[in-house]
Antibody, heavy 123, light 110 residues
Framework: EVQLVESGGKLVRPGGSLRLSCAAS????????MSWVRQPPGKGLERVGR??????????DYAAPVEGRFTISRDDSTRTLYLEMNDLRIEDTAVYFC??????????????WGQGAMVTVSS | QSALTQPPSASGSAGQSVTISCTGT?????????VSWYQQHPGKAPKVIIF???ERPSGVPDRFSGSKSGSTASLTVSGLQPEDEAHYYC??????????FGGGTKLTVL
């Protein structure tokens, strides 16, 4: 069974930094492209970015609102996905979900999701 | 890239059918086989219920069906059940590594 478990969410001041982790199990993590998707309170979903597998170059790309401030990385040895967030803004307040990326799923969909980590940016 | 357009709310009585639309453009929904739908209950993670426009993952009831015409995709829920009350989001590939979601529709079962 696929399991994704996020951790690290908390209250942060504007301009601050935070790192989220996502522990993966139940599938071939090293071959999977992974995404982060966020959901502001009471609002819709937005893909923040994704990282390819090491075999495919381990490159990451990001949505425009977070480009240059957020960094996605992975550690295949511990089956962990990371989201490093810098220069946090109030509008980054959201639940952040770790997901398998549709570009590496046979379904072309966000197949598996973690339970989410709440990040609140407030003074 | 703008979010796909969904009605903010939809409703139907138990046992009835309801259809939720998802309107995009020729750059996304209109030009992609990768349209998916997600069901989200309060406080829970989204769950995929339709992928590749019409396909259902194993375990999803056949009361849920998807279709597409031009740049508009649709999700139909037949024989509404109380547990179908949730938010529903569509998603489409939009080219150049972009995936965009709809704004979401809250489905109420009367």
């Amino acid at each position: 069974e696929v399991q994704l478990v996020e951790s690290g969410g908390k209250l942060v001041r504007p301009g601050g930094s935070l790192r989220l982790s996502c522990a993966a199990s139940g599938f071939a993590f090293r071959n999977a492209w992974m995404s982060w998707v966020r959901q502001p309170p009471g609002k819709g979903l937005e893909r923040v970015g994704r990282i390819k597998s090491k075999l495919d170059g381990e490159t990451a790309d990001y949505a425009a609102p977070v480009e240059g401030r957020f960094t996605i990385s992975r550690d295949d040895s511990t089956r962990t996905l990371y989201l490093e967030m810098n220069d946090l803004r109030i509008e980054d307040t959201a639940v952040y979900f770790c997901t398998t990326d549709p570009d590496s799923n046979s379904s072309g969909a966000f197949d598996s999701w973690g339970q989410g980590a709440m990040v609140t940016v407030s003074s | 890239q703008s979010a796909l357009t969904q009605p903010p709310s939809a409703s139907g009585s138990a046992g009835q059918s309801v259809t939720i639309s998802c309107t995009g453009t020729s750059s996304d929904v209109g030009n992609s086989r990768y349209v998916s739908w997600y069901q989200q209950h309060p406080g829970k993670a989204p769950k995929v219920i339709i992928f590749e426009v019409t396909e259902r993952p194993s375990g999803v009831p056949d009361r849920f069906s998807g279709s597409k015409s031009g740049s508009t995709a649709s999700l139909t829920v037949s024989g509404l059940q109380p547990e179908d009350e949730a938010h529903y989001y569509c998603c489409s590939y939009a080219g150049r590594n972009n995936w965009i979601f709809g704004g979401g529709t809250k489905l109420t079962v009367l």
